[in-house]
Structures are given as C-alpha cells and as structure tokens.
C-alpha cells in the first residue's frame, strides 16, 4: 500500500505513519508539502476541513497510485461563552483512490483571550506560540495543544487521535464494501 501525507510538519507526518504501524499496515508513507486551500491561519470549524479535505485531494492528485491520502489541518474557532473566548481546533482528512471521503476532529481547548485579536488580525497561532513561549518551531513539536495541557496531550498525540478515526472509518468502510 501506499499512503500519501498531504504535508511535512513532523507532528502530522508522524502521527500518521504511527497509526498505520499501530494497526499493522505494511505502508510506503510520502509527506508531500501541499497548500491548504485556505488562509495560513483556519478560522472556523468549516474552513479547517476545507482545509484538510484539500491537503488530502491534492496530495492524492499529486501521486496517483496511492490508496489514499491524508490531510490534517490545525485551526482555531471563537468561542461561544466569555470563558473561552477563543479555542483551537484541529480536523483530518481521508481521501480514498476510490473518491471516498472521509472527516475526523481533534481535542479542543481554550487560548488565551489575548489571542483573540492577534488571530483576528491575521496573525497564525503557531506564530503566536513561539512568542508566547520564547521558543521555535511549537507548531512542529508539542504544538499549543500540549502548552496549554502541560504536556499532557501533545499535537502529535491530538493527531495520532484523528487518523485513528480516519483509518477507522476506511478500515470499517472498506470490509463493510467488501
């Protein structure tokens, strides 16, 4: 088989090729950097599928044998009560050679609400981490998800959780096909 990631961050190319290994796939895995479709920084639930969908539409596309492709996408979303004024979120998409689709979200939690107007303004939430922590690159480690959770959930672990689901539903899917 052959599985193509529809981008090069580590966090995603990694969660991928651990859930495959987990679930005893004999895989190739090619990370290809591919665009989202969508701004630099998703901002809606909506927007950060798109997002996915197309990483994984246009990765497929870009290499034809494979038997599908992945796109995971991270964003962020206002939030609907004064506590959480503004949360991440991150979505995974499933594309199959076949045309299947398929969707998977991620954990959420709270940003700081100093956030807020710094996204709001076009600023991307990665950036915004590696100032807040005086560190590089959080988007490619522990991303926000694992700042905000001291480390109890990292950005890979939130994405090895998404294509669970993903591989899930194709797995399901296709012995259901069958």
Same mark, same amino acid.
């Given at each position: 088989?052959? /599985?193509?990631?529809?981008?090069?961050?580590?966090?995603?190319?990694?969660?991928? +090729?651990? /859930?495959?290994?987990?679930?005893?796939?004999? /895989?190739?895995?090619?990370?290809?950097? /591919?665009? $989202?479709?969508?701004?630099? +920084?998703?901002?809606?639930? +909506?927007?950060?599928?798109?997002? *996915?969908?197309?990483? *994984?539409?246009?990765?497929?596309?870009?290499?034809?044998?494979?038997?599908?492709?992945? =796109?995971?996408? =991270? =964003?962020?979303?206002?939030?609907?009560?004064? $506590?959480? $004024?503004?949360?991440?979120?991150?979505?995974?998409?499933?594309?199959?050679?076949?045309?299947?689709?398929?969707?998977?979200? =991620?954990?959420?939690?709270?940003?700081?609400?100093?956030? @807020?107007?710094? &996204?709001?303004?076009?600023?991307?939430?990665?950036? &915004?981490?590696?100032?807040?922590?005086?560190? @590089?690159?959080?988007? @490619?480690?522990?991303? *926000?998800?694992g700042i905000f959770t001291d480390g109890a959930v990292s950005r890979l672990e939130m994405f090895q959780h998404v294509c669970k689901l993903l591989v899930g539903q194709w797995r399901y899917n296709g012995e259901?096909?069958?």
């Open positions: 088989m052959k /599985v193509i990631i529809g981008s090069r961050n580590p966090a995603k190319y990694r969660a991928v +090729q651990d /859930v495959l290994r987990e679930h005893g796939m004999d /895989v190739e895995t090619i990370a290809l950097e /591919v665009d $989202s479709g969508v701004r630099t +920084q998703p901002m809606t639930d +909506q927007e950060t599928i798109e997002g *996915a969908l197309h990483r *994984a539409r246009a990765a497929l596309i870009e290499i034809e044998d494979a038997d599908f492709a992945i =796109g995971l996408e =991270g =964003g962020v979303v206002l939030g609907s009560t004064p $506590s959480a $004024s503004v949360m991440v979120c991150n979505w995974g998409a499933l594309v199959s050679k076949d045309g299947r689709e398929y969707i998977a979200g =991620g954990a959420r939690i709270p940003l700081p609400d100093a956030f @807020k107007e710094e &996204l709001l303004a076009g600023k991307e939430l990665g950036d &915004l981490m590696d100032e807040y922590c005086q560190r @590089k690159d959080i988007r @490619k480690h522990e991303g *926000a998800l259901k096909q069958a």
